[in-house]
């Protein structure tokens, strides 16, 4: 079964600085598909960036963006210019690409990020 | 646009209580559809998954269990609420064959057994 490994349960930020939360995970797969999910306050939990194994160069969301180590199972999210918005939970998830699973994801445990005026 | 309706947003049952939270999608078709649950502080736990109309697959045996009468529409159920239960339940959908596309989650439902 797969694993998702957040390490960092709580990060802050100062407003319009960069911070870079991080996730590795587990599998013996070779083709998975992986993403961050942001889930603020209100509970609401929305996508933010996604990223396939089989592709190289690493998603781009405006001022998100990820830095995906396929060998080292590593997968972090990196945010530009830290928005007092972007304060909430973030939760790193990994879906195998094989059929059968029916997009089930597995999710880490999350980082909470604070985000300092 | 596709959208995911859950209700309700709050519940306060007593132990022992029946359960039924409802999700339902619009926009799409034959949509992959899940339950997790979300204890305090912490990340989602699947409990059920479905690919189409009658077929439920449960990850965690527990209280709890799920249906789906339509194609579009998710339950979740119990007969007998415990107070383990408790906790922030989050129903969502990705389509079919899209494995690259993420979830589009429900608003969720905060419930608290006492």
């Known amino acids: 079964a797969q694993t998702v490994t957040q390490s960092q349960p709580e990060m802050s930020v100062q407003e319009a600085e960069t911070v870079t939360l991080s996730c590795t995970y587990d599998?013996?797969?070779?083709?998975?598909?992986l993403f961050w999910y942001k889930q603020p306050p209100s509970r609401q939990m929305i996508l933010v960036i996604r990223?396939?194994?089989?592709?190289?160069q690493n998603a781009t969301e405006n001022r998100f963006s990820v830095n995906f180590q396929k060998a080292a199972k590593s997968f972090s999210l990196k945010i530009s210019d830290s928005q007092l918005g972007d304060a909430a939970m973030y939760f790193c998830?990994?879906?195998?690409?094989?059929?059968?699973?029916?997009?089930?994801?597995?999710f880490g445990d999350g980082t909470t990020l604070t985000v300092k005026p | 646009s596709q959208t995911i309706h859950q209700w309700p947003a709050t519940l306060v049952q007593p132990v022992g209580s029946p359960l039924s939270l409802e999700c339902t999608v619009e926009g799409t078709s034959n949509p992959n559809l899940y339950w997790y649950r979300q204890a305090a502080g912490r990340g989602l736990q699947l409990l059920f998954y479905s690919v189409g109309i009658g077929q439920i697959s449960s990850e965690v045996p527990q209280n709890l269990s799920a249906s789906r009468p339509q194609d579009r529409q998710f339950i979740l159920s119990s007969k007998k609420l415990l107070l383990s239960d408790s906790g922030f339940y989050l129903c969502?959908?990705?389509?079919?064959?899209?494995?690259?596309?993420?979830?589009?989650f429900g608003s969720g439902t905060r419930l608290t057994v006492v």
């Open positions: 990223q396939e194994a089989y592709k190289q």
């Open positions: 969502a959908w990705t389509g079919t064959g899209k494995s690259n596309y993420g979830y589009t």
């Open positions: 998830a990994y879906r195998s690409a094989v059929y059968t699973n029916a997009g089930k994801s597995t």
């Open positions: 599998t013996s797969e070779s083709d998975y598909y």
